[in-house]
């Protein structure tokens, strides 16, 4: 497993923009899938959106079109752009990966459980 840590959480008014980073060390993270996950308190932890190492990306449909998921895979690290924030976005977001090996044939998926490196997260507050 690698070790990653977030940055870049905070408070913004609704219709702000944060950009949240996920640092990876501890191994290549090149052949990974990575994403970006988020629970609010009393919820559930969301996929908010994944990407390959090719760069392809799946999204939550509440955030597509709003934010988008980047990485470096030079700088084994991981990027979330957030526009256009809404109240319903407040939550902490947390980092995860896996290999895609893991994944067998269905690429990356949004699903939580089958990620087992976390961060421990970054808050994101938006005030309507």
């Known amino acids: 497993q690698v070790q990653l840590v977030e940055s870049g959480g905070g408070s913004v008014q609704a219709g702000g923009s944060l950009r949240l980073s996920c640092e990876a060390s501890g191994g290549d993270t090149s052949n990974y899938c990575m994403g970006w996950f988020r629970q609010a308190p009393g919820k559930e932890r969301e996929g908010v959106a994944v990407i390959a190492s090719d760069g392809f990306a799946s999204y939550a449909p509440s955030v597509k079109a709003r934010f988008t998921i980047s990485r470096d895979n030079a700088e084994n690290t991981l990027y979330l752009q957030m526009n256009g924030l809404k109240s319903e976005d407040t939550a902490m977001y947390y980092c995860?990966?896996?290999?895609?090996?893991?994944?067998?044939?269905?690429?990356?998926?949004?699903?939580?459980?089958?990620?087992?490196?976390w961060g421990q997260g970054t808050q994101v507050t938006v005030s309507s």
């Open positions: 995860a990966a896996d290999p895609l090996l893991a994944f067998g044939g269905s690429g990356c998926l949004l699903t939580p459980t089958k990620y087992r490196s």
